[in-house]
């Protein structure tokens, strides 16, 4: 090790989801929308004029902070954006978690909060969930610095109930409470609701599922006055211009059609609900997700040889070399085009 390597700063980096580039592929790793977003944000785009970009972005996002305060009935000063619901995060970690006791999250979970826990030195513990991949209420009773899960959880796609959420914050009234709902618009129900009871309770969604904005990055979260203010704090000591032009506009555009929001988002738990049938009827055990993917394994068939089979056919899952959940695999609900080549592969595989 060289001298000037003493000083760095080491973590074990987040590992995204594979991007395959094959123009056969069904694509069912990533957890994207397989819809394309609302017909007025195809509009927009082309309204867009390229002489806008040598100008900054508005540092507070004023359109798209008034559009989403004005979707959910809230007031705009309950409501954050940034870069992706990765980036809300990072800055609520950031921002929130800065005590020597350990903040808590589940052992099977999204990945990326151990990295945030790591590159921002957070003492954390893991709490198990139990055999049913399903959050235990009482682990999140003991002292601790903070407290974050997933809604519906991922990978597991299993949600935990509102009153189990409740339960949570009562227990932790000193600490903030944070609830990642990426794919809350799937079927379960959000906590959104509570924020006027506990000014210590910051819901974090994001366009990139339901709304099919992956690309454009954008991500909110919504919260009392007092945890959007510190969080503004902490971004504008940070970067001011934390969002795009296109971002924005974009961002703002899509809150307009609810009509084609619902109506896709129906079409994908229409389709979850049909694969977890015919997936069924092959042997495969899951929960009963709440997301926009399903979390299987079978009990005659490893996972990581399903995982490298179907890569063969450029069907592509997601595969997590990880303890209890090694042999499962996370596969996205895509068109019901895409799921039927899916299960047709399985049925020749199995004979």
Same mark, same amino acid.
């Given at each position: 090790?060289?001298k000037?390597?003493e000083n760095?700063?080491?973590?074990i980096?987040?590992?995204?989801g594979?991007?395959?580039?094959?123009?056969?592929m069904?694509?069912?790793?990533?957890?994207?929308?397989?819809?394309?977003?609302?017909?007025g944000?195809?509009?927009?785009?082309?309204?867009?004029?390229?002489?806008?970009?040598?100008?900054?972005?508005a540092?507070?996002a004023?359109?798209?902070v008034?559009?989403l305060?004005?979707c959910y009935?809230l007031?705009?000063?309950?409501?954050?954006?940034?870069?992706?619901?990765?980036?809300?995060l990072a800055?609520?970690?950031l921002t929130?978690?800065?005590?020597?006791?350990p903040?808590?999250?589940?052992?099977?979970?999204?990945?990326?909060?151990d #990295?945030?826990?790591? =590159?921002?030195h *957070?003492?954390?513990?893991c @709490?198990?969930?139990? %055999?049913?991949?399903? &959050? $235990?209420? +009482?682990?999140?009773?003991?002292?601790?610095?903070?407290v974050?899960?997933?809604?519906?959880?991922?990978?597991?796609? #299993?949600?935990?109930? =509102?009153?189990? *959420?409740?339960?949570?914050? @009562?227990?932790?009234? %000193?600490?903030?409470? &944070? $609830?990642? +709902?990426?794919?809350?618009?799937?079927?379960?129900?959000?906590?959104?609701?509570?924020?006027?009871?506990?000014?210590?309770?910051?819901?974090?969604?994001?366009?990139?599922?339901?709304?099919?904005?992956a690309?454009?990055?954008?991500?909110?979260a919504?919260?009392?006055?007092a945890l959007?203010k510190?969080?503004?704090?902490?971004?504008?000591?940070?970067?001011?211009?934390?969002?795009?032009?296109?971002?924005?506009?974009?961002?703002?555009?899509?809150?307009k059609?609810?009509?084609?929001?619902?109506?896709?988002?129906?079409?994908?738990?229409?389709?979850?609900?049909?694969t977890?049938?015919?997936?069924?009827?092959?042997?495969?055990?899951?929960?009963?997700?709440?997301?926009?993917?399903?979390?299987?394994?079978h009990p005659?068939?490893?996972a990581?040889?399903l995982?490298?089979?179907?890569?063969?056919?450029?069907?592509?899952?997601?595969?997590?070399?990880?303890p209890?959940?090694?042999?499962?695999?996370?596969?996205?609900?895509?068109?019901?085009?895409?799921?039927?080549?899916?299960?047709?592969?399985?049925?020749?595989?199995?004979k």
């Amino acid at each position: 090790m060289k001298k000037w390597e003493e000083n760095v700063r080491r973590v074990i980096p987040y590992t995204p989801g594979e991007q395959p580039d094959f123009a056969d592929m069904i694509k069912l790793n990533t957890n994207e929308n397989p819809y394309p977003p609302a017909p007025g944000v195809q509009a927009k785009i082309k309204e867009l004029c390229a002489e806008e970009l040598r100008l900054y972005p508005a540092p507070a996002a004023d359109a798209l902070v008034e559009g989403l305060a004005a979707c959910y009935g809230l007031a705009k000063e309950q409501v954050f954006v940034g870069v992706g619901s990765d980036d809300v995060l990072a800055m609520a970690f950031l921002t929130f978690f800065n005590s020597k006791k350990p903040v808590l999250f589940p052992d099977i979970t999204y990945s990326f909060y151990d #990295v945030w826990a790591g =590159l921002f030195h *957070i003492p954390y513990e893991c @709490q198990p969930l139990n %055999d049913r991949f399903e &959050i $235990v209420k +009482e682990d999140y009773y003991k002292e601790n610095g903070g407290v974050v899960f997933p809604n519906p959880n991922a990978p597991t796609g #299993v949600e935990l109930p =509102l009153a189990d *959420i409740e339960d949570i914050l @009562q227990h932790n009234e %000193d600490v903030v409470v &944070i $609830v990642d +709902e990426a794919y809350i618009d799937f079927g379960a129900k959000s906590a959104l609701e509570l924020i006027e009871k506990y000014d210590n309770l910051l819901v974090v969604q994001t366009f990139s599922k339901a709304r099919s904005l992956a690309g454009l990055r954008i991500g909110y979260a919504f919260g009392s006055p007092a945890l959007i203010k510190y969080l503004n704090d902490a971004k504008y000591s940070f970067n001011s211009y934390t969002m795009n032009r296109p971002s924005l506009a974009l961002g703002a555009e899509v809150l307009k059609d609810d009509a084609y929001f619902r109506e896709t988002t129906a079409k994908i738990i229409a389709t979850r609900e049909r694969t977890k049938k015919e997936l069924a009827a092959l042997g495969f055990q899951f929960g009963d997700s709440k997301a926009n993917f399903l979390f299987v394994t079978h009990p005659d068939y490893p996972a990581k040889a399903l995982f490298e089979a179907l890569r063969e056919k450029h069907i592509f899952v997601r595969y997590f070399a990880k303890p209890r959940i090694d042999n499962y695999l996370r596969i996205t609900i895509g068109t019901d085009e895409q799921m039927d080549a899916l299960i047709t592969f399985l049925r020749a595989y199995m004979k």
